[in-house]
């Protein structure tokens, strides 16, 4: 296990669980399908790429920019950022949201505080690679326990859940947020930089088998995540007809468990969520844009670092000022969440072009059966973006989408 659990740290942010809080609270367990669906999907692209990163020692981005121009490169690593960018004022709100939920301080200035911390983390870290593997290890497994222990408790209805993983319905009305949960589990920009973290494991072809078992359990851990949180605001806060417009209702869902502690417990968690997630997406967005351009492409280079400086004080000002114009911190975590799948189609396209050649994979390339789940993938990410695009046309306009 490593990479898996740096990618599903960095997924399982402040916005999935306030996304999948607020489904929970609202929608109540009627989408678990949508996360299946998303999962499968991250499951096919993160396999091309653990492929590729224990067959190559050059980067996915290289390969692209030898085989099809720099212009393709430098396009996906451009999209590659903006995609992160998007989770990262998400992840700069959740901070915020955390922490005023303890002290009582106003949310948009604590941002002033951890961006620096997470600078000084970068910038004064030796491994990178290996301190995020330790501490990303730490987060996810605390955060899964807490809800699975919460859980049992509270004894959902079991039945009720299944019935979740069936299509039945689709209500337009609140398709921000399932495509917020989607944008959350199926994290295209998380699944290319996979093959960068297996090359910075040191796994060859001889650890294939574990790499793809280690990329599995990661995407595992990301949806088995959701749903649990789902789960646990369906059957404690649905009932009590809390929408969820700040942490404090979020941790109402962990009251049967941790009692009037819940709310300091879980703020505490929400900020650890939002911190390790908003250190390594700053990571992913900065060292794919660097090597996109052909500038290097190592988490301890210095051009990938700047990079990563950048994103996180650009993530940080806009967490200031859309949370400033739109006013609802929750609304607006959940509109970061689904905006981050405007950027991710080029991705998909690169990571399939590379899959099927010989020239690259040999006979590891893509199975026609793969193929097809990548492709199914790819028009579910088309279609979100169609949507949101619209709907963010509208909100930008005045209108109602």
């Known amino acids: 296990m490593g990479p898996g659990f740096i990618m599903a740290a960095v997924v399982l942010g402040a916005g999935s669980i306030t996304t999948s809080t607020k489904i929970g609270a609202t929608l109540g367990y009627d989408f678990f399908w949508v996360i299946l669906i998303a999962a499968i999907s991250m499951a096919v692209y993160m396999n091309i790429s653990t492929r590729f990163g224990v ?105 009720s859940m299944a019935a979740g993983f069936v299509p039945s319905t689709f209500p337009i009305d609140n398709f921000s947020q399932l495509a ?10 998380g699944a ?23 990329s599995n359990f990661g995407v595992f851990l990301l949806a088995i995540m959701s749903v ?17 417009n700040s942490a404090a209702d979020m941790a109402k869902q962990l009251e049967m468990l941790l009692g009037s502690y819940a709310k300091y417990i879980f703020a505490f968690g929400f900020i650890s969520a939002a911190f390790s997630s908003l250190i390594v997406n700053a990571v992913i967005g900065g060292g794919l844009l660097s090597d996109g351009l052909g500038m290097g492409k190592s988490m301890d ?12 004080i650009a993530g940080m000002s806009i967490a200031v000022y859309v949370s400033s114009d739109i006013g609802s911190s ?25 899959a099927n050649r010989k020239d690259v994979m040999g006979k590891y390339k893509n199975t026609p059966f793969q193929n097809i789940l990548a492709i199914i993938g790819f028009v579910l990410i088309c279609f979100l973006v169609y949507i949101m695009y619209i709907k963010l046309i509208g909100y930008f306009t005045n209108t109602n989408p």
Request: hydrophobic fraction near 55%; charge should be positive; charged fraction near 10%.
């Open 192 to 214: 290319l930089y996979q093959s960068y973290l297996i090359q910075s494991k040191g796994w060859k072809l001889e650890d294939k088998e574990k790499g793809i078992r280690d």
């Open 330 to 354: 929750v609304y607006s975590l959940i509109l970061a969440q689904a905006s981050s799948i405007l950027a991710v189609p080029l991705i998909a396209i690169g990571l399939l072009l590379i």
């Open 180 to 189: 917020a949960i989607v944008g959350t589990t199926f994290v295209l920009n």
């Open 301 to 312: 280079e210095k051009i990938p670092k700047t990079f990563t400086i950048i994103i996180l």
């Open 228 to 244: 649990l949180i789902i789960a646990t605001a369906a059957a404690t806060l649905k009932p009590l007809g809390i929408t969820v």
């Open 55 to 159: 067959l190559q020692s050059q980067s996915i981005l290289g390969v692209i920019a030898k085989k099809y121009g720099r212009w393709f490169s430098v396009i996906i690593g451009i999209s590659s950022f903006l995609a992160a960018l998007s989770f990262q004022f998400g992840n700069n709100l959740g901070v915020g949201m955390g922490m005023e939920a303890l002290t009582g301080i106003n949310a948009k200035l604590w941002p002033f505080l951890f961006t620096p911390l997470a600078i000084i983390l970068i910038f004064y870290t030796k491994n990178l690679y290996k301190t995020l593997e330790k501490l990303m290890m730490f987060m996810v497994m605390i955060m899964i326990l807490t809800f699975i222990i919460n859980l049992i408790f509270i004894k959902p209805d079991l039945i």
